[in-house]
């Protein structure tokens, strides 16, 4: 059977002619480590800070919205406020874990950071990972931390925005703060109003209850465009039932190039850099508790066929693991997802392919797009080439490869979501 027989393509809005555009935000990834296949020891650049200066400069340069710097070996912040005099327009999108620092003290930070770029400083809360978080000295359960991550981040903003009044939470307790010409009592203003857009994930009941009081954006790793509506339309329903509308993100390695067989040669290189035993061990990662790869069933036809073809000892052929038009399961930095889309997804396909298809996740309300391709500089040129000029950008700064001009600052919400 034919993939568009199986996964017909949908289209939201109607027609791609007669669709309304909503228009999107392309950010790059500014994360170590970086090289042309750097699941692989052998394909990893050392990706020192020199490194990370000229990958932020080529976002900032190309005229991407921003960048996510994601949890790495590197603290986010830290490296950010490095590249700020790098950089001119390009947003710092970086990890945050609540608890790590008093929110008093990161409202400090965030205040000197926008003050120094001119309030470039967006905030990915991350509340992933109990073992981790515990060695930073965070120790609430999974629930618990929800709760204590909407008062830090409430705690936070008020202190951003030159609150001294102190904060007497369950959680978060800070005194009044006297304000005077001592090293102490001298803040700087807030810079952006009316504070740090916060973005970040969560799927689990509680993280998408504590996603829709928080959050400006809401991210998701990606799934096929209609699999991707679906989820952004459940947590728009929720933030609807409090009053609120939230834009949605999402985060995709693409593979782009002026035709389609260039694009899945490189798809195909990738996979010759990979192996069995890599899938596997990403597959297995991917099972729930309990099952294995040998008694894994799939109702996917395509996704078992690729499961069958590994078990017997061989990696399916790059064009196997396209599970929808230009959505590809195959190697990733991020994990080889072989049972289904998750944090690996990459975008495969010609220049105007792939545009079709970001165009279909924007029908579906994505209007926040985190890209990434190895290596991370090349790629960058490469998204900016061909898909940039094909794509209706809202950067809120004219575009400077493309003489593109500035739209008002903030898109409204998507509609298709928040319904
Ligand atoms: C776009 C995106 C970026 C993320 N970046 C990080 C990160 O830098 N560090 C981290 O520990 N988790 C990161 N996560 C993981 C989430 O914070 C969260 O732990 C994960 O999405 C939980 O999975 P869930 O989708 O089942 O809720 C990221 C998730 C998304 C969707």
Redesign the pocket.
């Known amino acids: 059977m034919l993939l568009k027989e199986m996964f017909p393509i949908h289209q939201a809005h109607g027609t791609e002619k007669d669709r309304p555009l909503m228009s999107i935000k392309l950010l790059w990834y500014l994360t170590a480590p970086d090289g042309p296949y750097p699941w692989d020891p052998k394909g990893r650049w050392r990706t020192d800070f020199r490194h990370l200066e000229q990958l932020a400069v080529t976002i900032d340069r190309l005229g991407y919205y921003g960048a ?1 710097l ?2 790495s070996a590197n603290e986010s912040l830290v490296v950010a406020s490095a590249l700020i005099s790098a950089t001119e327009r390009m947003r710092f999108l970086v ?1 945050q874990h609540p608890g790590e620092l008093s929110p008093a003290v990161l409202a400090k930070y965030a205040q000197t950071f926008d003050a120094f770029s001119n309030g470039r400083l967006l905030f ?1 809360v ?4 109990d073992a ?1 978080l515990a060695a930073l000295g965070v120790h609430y359960p999974h629930d618990e931390r929800y709760d204590f991550s909407r008062e830090y981040w409430d705690a936070f903003r008020r202190v951003y925005a030159g609150d001294t009044s102190g904060y007497d939470g369950k959680f978060v307790k800070l005194a009044p703060r006297s304000s005077g010409p001592s090293p102490m009592g001298t803040w700087n203003p807030p810079t952006q109003l009316p504070g740090i857009p916060l973005w ?5 009941p509680a ?1 998408v209850a504590h996603s829709v009081e928080l959050l400006d954006v809401y ?3 990606a799934n096929t465009p209609p699999l991707l509506g679906d989820k952004f339309r459940r947590v728009g329903a929720e933030a609807a039932k409090i009053g609120r509308t939230l834009e949605y ?3 995709l390695q693409v593979i782009v190039r002026e035709t389609e067989e260039e694009a899945w040669a490189q798809a195909e290189w990738f996979l010759s850099k990979s192996s069995v035993e890599h899938a596997r061990r990403s597959a297995e990662r991917q099972l729930p508790p309990g099952v294995t790869l040998e008694n894994y069933r799939s109702d996917n036809p395509i996704i078992q066929k690729n499961v069958d073809t590994l078990l017997s000892g061989r990696l399916p052929s790059a064009k196997d693991l396209e599970i929808y038009p230009n959505v590809w399961v195959g190697p990733a930095w991020f994990g080889f997802d072989i049972l289904g889309p998750a944090s690996g997804t990459t975008l495969v396909g010609s220049a105007e392919n792939v545009a079709a298809r970001l165009r279909e996740y924007e029908a579906q309300g994505t209007n926040a797009f ?1 890209l990434s391709g190895w290596p991370l500089i090349d790629e960058a040129h490469r998204v900016a080439d061909l898909l940039f000029p094909l794509l209706d950008l809202d950067h809120g700064f004219d575009v400077p490869s493309l003489g593109v001009q500035a739209k008002p600052r903030l898109a409204p919400p998507p509609k298709a979501a928040a319904a």
Not at 126 to 129: E, F, L, T
Not at 200 to 204: Q, V
């Open positions: 996510l994601g949890t990890a990915n991350i509340n992933g990972n981790g970040g994930a969560g799927t689990s993280g991210l998701s790793f993100g999402t985060r985190i």
